[in-house]
Each structure stands twice: as C-alpha cells, then as structure tokens.
C-alpha cells in the first residue's frame, strides 16, 4: 500500500504547473519589480523605463488576419469609397458615451474599468467625471501592428449619421498630411464628442490632453503631468510624467505617430480587428 502511494506522490509532483503570467498591459519589469515577468501569450515585456516594463500586444497577436496586413500596405484613395476628414486627441480618463446601454445593436457597451483601469465596472457605473466609479480602461490607447499600421480607439462625430451608427463601428484612417502620410491607423469607436465638427476623429492616446472633462485627476491620484488641457504633453521625455500603466500610448505619439499634429486623413469603415474588440468587449450587431 505504501508502495502505491510513493508512486502516485512521484506521478503528481511530475505533471506539467501552470506558470502564472501578465495580461496584456499590465506590469512585468522594472527596478525592485517583484512580481511576474513573463507575459502571457500573445504579447511581450516591453522597457518603458528604469522602474516600469510593460506587456503589449505582440505584432502577430494584433493583426487580425494575413489578408488584413496585405492590404494596408499600399495607400488607399478617396476613390475607394473614403470621406476626408480631420483628427485631434485626447485622453479625459471619462468612461466612454459607448459604454451606456441602448447606443447602438451591439454584444455588449464598450467596457469600463474602476480607478486601477483594469477592473471591469458595471454598465450602470456612474463616469468618473461625474463623480462616478467609471473611467476608460488602460487597453484601450493606441499600438503599432507595423512600421506602417496602428491599431486605436477614438471619439468620432461623422456627417449624416448619429452615435447608434458609429458606437463600436471601425474605421480605417489613411493619414494625408503631416509626417504620417501614407500611414494607417484603424480605430473603433468607443465614443462621441459633441465638441466635434463634422467627420471630425478624436484620437484616444495618453497625454494628448483632458479636454473638456478631466477624469484623470480623480483615476490617478498623485505627482502626474498631463500637460496642456488641450493637446497635453508637448515632448517624449513628458510621457515619463504619466501613471506608469499609460506611457506605452503616450510614447507611441512620439514614435509611430511622429508626433503629428492633428494630422488630415481619408477614412472609410472596415471589419474590427478582433485585436480592438477584444479590449472593448463591444461588437455591432
């Protein structure tokens, strides 16, 4: 009998553990980190700096499909069904006007996270600038698939719809102007901005100013910099001055983005990427 059980203490103690790893965003290095290193699968630890390394979506778990990456290699025309239209930015930490039930047919409202940006809130959770529990979720800023695409999320006002059109809907933007020319960046909508002119994209990336509302001040309590209300931070270095969780969107501006100033674009609605779903949890119908 004992014999039995020395032999089933040694099978058990050889079967294959499950090594815990980070979710996409959150932190796997920096200096006295002693936490989880490694990121779970379909992303990988990033240096942001000295003290803060971070899980972002890997190139081949953002793209939806080969054919998708194929085709954004060439620069669309107007001619293939594109509006022109203007970009701004933005990130007011609100919880998102897509985030209320009954604004479009969709599987559920855009997810909303409590004050960690990570905890998903009830759909019924009050904004946080409205002195709610309710703030737009750390996933949702901006990251580059390729040198040439990026995927993101924004607040739109487009001519001859209404919100329950665009809420959760995609976009393909094909920058005109600036020194993103040629550069794409799909986007899904997460909400409406009733500042907005017509066809008129408000770009989700950290640092790029609190705008009208500020809920950041009330989600990250501390020492932190959001430069000016409009337009936010004004150099790379100043991405440094934001809560650790949110400089990866702050340093894409400045990379990928090039820093581009509000640059014009041709746009046209296209098929999610399930990348850009999948941290909304919103899909049209």
């Not at 408000?202 to 910099?225: A, K, Y």
Request: charged share 15%; with cysteine; proline share 5%.
């Amino acid at each position: 009998m004992l014999k039995i059980i020395f032999v089933l203490a040694i099978s058990f103690s050889t079967l294959p553990r499950t090594t815990p790893c980070v979710t996409v965003y959150g932190q796997c290095g920096g200096k006295e980190w002693k936490g989880q290193t490694n990121c779970c699968a379909g992303s990988k630890c990033m240096f942001g700096n000295e003290y803060y390394s971070q899980c972002l979506p890997s190139i081949e778990s953002s793209t939806s499909s080969g054919s998708t990456t194929s085709k954004t290699t060439q620069s669309p025309s107007v001619s293939d069904g594109r509006q022109s239209g203007v970009t701004t930015r933005y990130w007011d930490c609100c919880k998102a006007s897509c985030g209320w039930s009954g604004k479009a047919s969709v599987t559920n409202p855009v997810k909303t996270c409590a004050r960690d940006g990570i905890t998903p809130v009830d759909v019924n959770a009050q904004s946080g600038c409205n002195g709610g529990g309710a703030y737009m979720c750390n996933n949702q800023q901006p990251w580059n698939v390729s040198s040439t695409l990026s995927y993101g999320y924004a607040a739109a006002y487009i001519n001859n719809q209404r919100e329950s059109d665009w809420c959760c809907a995609c976009y393909s933007l094909v920058f005109t102007s600036g020194p993103v020319v040629g550069k794409e960046l799909i986007v899904q909508v997460t909400n409406t901005g009733g500042d907005l002119g017509k066809n008129h994209f408000d770009l989700q990336m950290p640092g790029g100013g609190v705008g009208i509302f500020d809920g950041c001040s009330s989600q990250f309590v501390g020492s932190f910099s959001w430069g000016d209300r409009y337009g936010g931070v004004r150099a790379r270095s100043d991405c440094y001055k934001l809560p650790p969780s949110i400089q990866a969107g702050c340093l894409w501006r400045f990379d990928w983005f090039q820093n581009a100033d509000n640059p014009s674009m041709n746009f046209k609605q296209v098929p999610c990427p399930a990348a850009l779903t999948a941290n909304t949890q919103c899909v049209r119908r």
